[in-house]
C-alpha cells in the first residue's frame, strides 16, 4: 500500500529482455521477481528457436511477447527491432536487459573506475545495479517518478566518476 515514504508509481514500464545465453534465464526470471509489484509488459528476444525456453518464460510471464532476431549487433541490434515493434508512447520507462557471457575469458580480469572485474562480477553488477531488490526496484522507479530530467540509471559501480 502506497504511502508517504512509499508513494505509489505510476509510470507505464516495458521491459526488454534479449537473450542470447539461454542458460542466465532462470537467473534474470529471479531478478525480475524483484519488480513483480509493479505492471510491466516483457518483451523478449532470443536468436534461435527454443520452445522449453519459451515455455519457461511464458510461464513466469504469459502475456510476454516473444519473438527471434538476428544474431547481429549484440544487444543492440535486438534493442533496435523491439523499438520498432512498439508504441513507445505507450510506456513512461524502458528497462533493457541482456544477458552476459559469466564464462568468457575466465580468470581474466579487468579494472574499471578503480575497481577489479571478471567477466562474472561484472555481470552480477549490471543486474544487482538495477534488479538487486525490491526496494532498489522501488527507489529507481521513485526516482524516474519525481525527475523528469533523469534519463538513465545503472550500477554505481561501473558509472565513471567523470562529468
Not at 5 to 12: A, M, T, V
Not at 81 to 90: E, T
Not at 100 to 105: E, G, L, S, V
Not at 122 to 141: D, E, M, Q, V
Request: aromatic residues 12%; hydrophobic residues 35%.
Amino acid at each position: 500500500m502506497p504511502t508517504e515514504s512509499h508513494p505509489k508509481i505510476s509510470q507505464r514500464l516495458a521491459v526488454h529482455l534479449h537473450i542470447y545465453y539461454e542458460d542466465m534465464w532462470e537467473e534474470i526470471r529471479e531478478y525480475l521477481e524483484n519488480i513483480k509489484d509493479y505492471p510491466y509488459d516483457l518483451y523478449v528476444t532470443l536468436t534461435k528457436d527454443n520452445p522449453e525456453l519459451t515455455a519457461k518464460i511464458k510461464a513466469f510471464s504469459p502475456n510476454a511477447t516473444i519473438w527471434l532476431v538476428e544474431n547481429r549487433g549484440y544487444d543492440v541490434g535486438p534493442f533496435i527491432d523491439f523499438l520498432h515493434h512498439i508504441d513507445l508512447d505507450s510506456y513512461d520507462l524502458i528497462l533493457k536487459l541482456h544477458t552476459k557471457n559469466k564464462t568468457k575469458n575466465k580468470g581474466n580480469s579487468f579494472h574499471l573506475n578503480g575497481y577489479r572485474f571478471t567477466q562474472a562480477l561484472w555481470t552480477n553488477h549490471l543486474f544487482k545495479g538495477l534488479l538487486a531488490s525490491p526496494r532498489l526496484a522501488r527507489k529507481i522507479l521513485f526516482h524516474f517518478q519525481s525527475d523528469a530530467t533523469l534519463g538513465m540509471c545503472g550500477a554505481k559501480t561501473l558509472l565513471s566518476a567523470e562529468k
